[in-house]
């Protein structure tokens, strides 16, 4: 079993929809969850950043972790084509390794 | 901020062939520098850190080897690429909320 799952996709969508990207991971010492967005032929950068269990918003993103479940998510609203690129979740403990999900692909449709 | 710089940007190298990489970061002093590499349509797979000059972790037995001769400068290297080596190679610095990354080279090993 891999430390962190992610549906590879492809996920398309028109514009305007709201997207939901998720992740599942089975170790439990993961405190810091990370949402990166590559997009093609580019180094990935960071989308979002949590601490913990709980809710983060900016701007027409929100990410969602649940520790209980060992899951987390990225909500994106009123998605738009400049959104397609792939998206990267990733978690850490406390230490100085990252683990990153396989990438979800999005297109959003105009 | 942090910034990074990769180059070169696409490199095509036969089987055998040697290799170096070369990562410079701008912006910050000490920092924890890494080495990804991420197949197509894969995640990002960690071949080495580095939490100082002269200090290399590596991850995955293979080829590879990195070195950290300066502060601001890690390199990733090969006496003799193989086919399997093909990817995309991303340099990347941890800050306090998550990775900063290189713009990547792709790597075609012919």
């Known amino acids: 079993q891999k430390e962190v799952e992610q549906d590879p996709g492809p996920l398309s969508v028109p514009e305007g929809a709201i997207v939901s990207l998720n992740c599942t991971y089975s170790?439990?010492?993961?405190?810091?969850f990370m949402w990166y967005r590559q997009y093609s032929r580019k180094g990935p950068e960071l989308l979002m950043y949590?601490?913990?269990?709980g809710n983060k918003e900016d701007g027409r993103f929100t990410a969602q972790v649940d520790k209980s479940s060992k899951y987390i998510s990225l909500f994106i609203r009123d998605s738009q084509p400049s959104d397609s690129a792939t998206y990267l979740c990733?978690?850490?403990?406390?230490?100085?390794?990252?683990?990153f999900g396989a990438g979800t692909r999005l297109f959003v449709k105009a | 901020s942090q910034t990074i710089h990769q180059w070169p940007a696409t490199l095509v190298q036969p089987v055998g062939s040697p290799l170096s990489l070369e990562c410079t970061v701008e912006?910050?002093?000490?920092?924890?520098l890494y080495w990804y590499r991420q197949a197509a349509g894969r995640g990002l797979q960690l071949l080495f850190y580095?939490?100082?000059?002269?200090?290399i972790s590596s991850e995955v037995p293979q080829n590879l080897s990195a070195s950290r001769p300066q502060d601001r400068q890690f390199i990733l290297s090969s006496k003799k690429l193989l086919l399997s080596d093909s990817g995309f190679y991303l340099c990347?610095?941890?800050?306090?909320?998550?990775?900063?990354f290189g713009s990547g080279t792709r790597l075609t090993v012919v």
């Open positions: 912006g910050t002093s000490n920092p924890n």
């Open positions: 990733a978690m850490r403990t406390g230490g100085f390794k990252t683990i």
């Open positions: 949590t601490y913990s269990s």
């Open positions: 990347a610095e941890q800050g306090n909320y998550g990775y900063t």
């Open positions: 170790n439990s010492a993961f405190q810091y």
């Open positions: 580095s939490v100082g000059i002269g200090q």
